[in-house]
């Protein structure tokens, strides 16, 4: 502090009495104290994270599901009362999925909707061994090498957990640290990725294993509240399996450096906490009530992440007139107050959703058709998978060739609680055509056009 205050000291003097070359001495020395000043903070700083690769799950053809098929299997199997087909059927055409999304197994071999425990096992195993055994053989990294396993599925909740199950069938080490994230929604993802990087600041030399899935099985809402009906439509099964590492050795071999991770939430907020609910509906139906302030909640917690964000990665210039903005009397948050992000970002990759929350996002942020390309595709291609669905974005982007050394790439999740969180990747190298990749055999036929359907599935009255 007090060679801070003579250096101000002197500075004055020099300003007032001495000559400009004096100054020029000063502002030199001033410089090096601020190079010096960075130098040993980086050295305090934490240690570097690297993603070194991810695999998405692409489940067997024989699970893929158009629309059509689905209400054929939905009346064939007679579990949705007869009077929300119409719903469903309207919900559906507007919701942004396309034809070839999956289901899980049951939905194609059973002829009644009686889920048991086994069969939602069946769903998340062939989920996580499927991208887990990808995830290894691309990087061949042995399974007795990660000291850490992260898994998070929202729904489905066994004893012995996820993590347990993945121990097990990888037969990893008995020191693991392991974590089941439950209950924490399409968010969960970036949350373990957030879990994950803490761990690896205090455990050197490790590999962290993240698995992010969902589990549909035995979660069909089979009741009559209009509200609790978007999760029969939207979502749809899938997986990812992610690699983080904090060797230094890694660094040549991994595809993106973490850069950031910011975690939001309005839980304290009754209207937050309760927009989307996991409920019994009257009938004593269990369900997940989404209701219609879902879309101004979601853009409210996401625009505290985005100005948290904006003041770590957007160049001066941006702050500048952002602040200048805020600072304007009479100004509340609103949409108009959100800085331009293009400048500091390649690849923007938002959690699916829905289309509807697809929408309000590229409007508030102004970002372009083409910056929206990756997360329209992949819910048109894959629908809402969930956690996972960043990946398959990423994986999408991966699979254009788009992803050149140096991109920043922002992955953003949001879900139930309210949470969001962004995760700012760095590409290490340019990223080459892969065949692992889940569009590798198809990206060729995508962007697909999407029908511009305006559809307002957020219009119906809550159940309560
Ligand atoms: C679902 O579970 C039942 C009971 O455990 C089993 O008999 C059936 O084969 C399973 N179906 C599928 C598709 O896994
Ligand atoms: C995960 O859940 C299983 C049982 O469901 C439990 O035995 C284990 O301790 C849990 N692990 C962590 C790290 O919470
Ligand atoms: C909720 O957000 C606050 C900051 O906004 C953060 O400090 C806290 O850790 C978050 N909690 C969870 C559970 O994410
Ligand atoms: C996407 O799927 C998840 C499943 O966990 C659900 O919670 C979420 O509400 C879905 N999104 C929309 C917009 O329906």
Same mark, same amino acid.
Do not use: H, Q
């Given at each position: 502090m007090s060679i801070i205050n003579l250096n101000l000291k002197d500075l004055l003097e020099f300003l007032t009495h001495h000559s400009c070359c004096s100054v020029m001495y000063l502002a030199f020395f001033m410089c090096l104290v601020l190079i010096l000043l960075c130098f040993v903070m980086n050295k305090r700083s934490s240690c570097k994270v690297y993603l070194k690769d991810f695999a998405c799950y692409k489940p067997p053809p024989s699970q893929k599901c158009s629309k059509e098929l689905l209400m054929k299997q939905v009346r064939r199997m007679g579990?949705?009362?007869?009077?929300?087909l119409d719903f469903m059927k309207i919900i559906m055409e507007g919701?942004?999925?396309?034809?070839s999304t999956y289901l899980p197994e049951i939905f194609f071999k059973e002829?009644?909707?009686? +889920? =048991?425990m086994k069969n939602s096992t069946r769903e998340v195993e062939m989920a996580i061994f499927g991208s887990v055994d990808m995830l290894l053989a691309k990087t061949?990294?042995?399974?007795?090498?990660?000291g850490i396993l992260i898994v998070n599925c929202c729904i489905y909740n066994p004893v012995p957990s996820l993590s347990s199950i993945v121990i097990n069938h990888y037969k990893l080490r008995e020191n693991i640290i392991s974590y089941n994230l439950s209950g924490?929604?399409?968010s969960a993802g970036l949350v373990a990725i957030g879990l994950a990087k803490q761990l690896l600041q205090v455990h050197h030399n490790s590999y962290a294993l993240i698995v992010s899935t969902e589990s549909i099985t035995g979660n069909c809402y089979v009741g009559k509240d209009r509200s609790k009906f978007f999760i029969n439509c939207l979502f749809r099964a899938g997986g990812a399996a992610i690699l983080l590492s904090n060797? +230094? =050795?890694d660094h040549k071999h991994s595809k993106y450096q973490l850069v950031h991770t910011i975690h939001t939430n309005t839980s304290t907020s009754d209207q937050c906490y309760h927009s989307i609910f996991r409920e019994e509906d009257n009938a004593g139906i269990v369900g997940v009530t989404i209701n219609k302030h879902l879309v101004a909640t979601a853009i409210a917690t996401i625009e505290r992440n985005i100005i948290t964000l904006g003041y770590l990665i957007l160049p001066m210039q941006e702050k500048v007139v952002y602040i200048a903005r805020k600072l304007?009397?009479?100004?509340?948050?609103?949409?108009?107050?959100?800085?331009?992000f293009r400048k500091a970002i390649d690849h923007f990759l938002p959690h699916v959703g829905g289309k509807v929350v697809l929408d309000q996002l590229q409007k508030t942020l102004g970002f372009s058709e083409d910056n929206m390309e990756a997360s329209r595709m992949t819910l048109f291609r894959?629908?809402?998978?969930?956690?996972?669905s960043i990946w398959y974005e990423l994986a999408y982007v991966e699979a254009k060739g788009r992803?050149?050394?140096g991109n920043r790439v922002w992955q953003m999740a949001f879900g139930s609680g309210f949470k969001c969180q962004s995760v700012i990747w760095r590409a290490i190298k340019t990223v080459d055509h892969d065949d692992?990749?889940?569009?590798?055999?198809?990206?060729?036929?995508?962007?697909v056009i999407l029908e511009d359907i305006e559809t307002d599935p957020f219009s119906f009255v809550p159940s309560k």
């Open positions: 579990y949705i009362p007869e009077e929300m919701c942004g999925l396309g034809d002829s009644y909707y009686n +889920p =048991s061949d990294v042995k399974s007795e090498d990660i924490m929604g399409c060797r +230094p =050795s304007l009397p009479s100004k509340t948050l609103s949409l108009n107050n959100i800085p331009n894959y629908g809402n998978t969930s956690s996972s992803v050149k050394r692992y990749n889940p569009w590798a055999d198809e990206i060729v036929g995508f962007p």
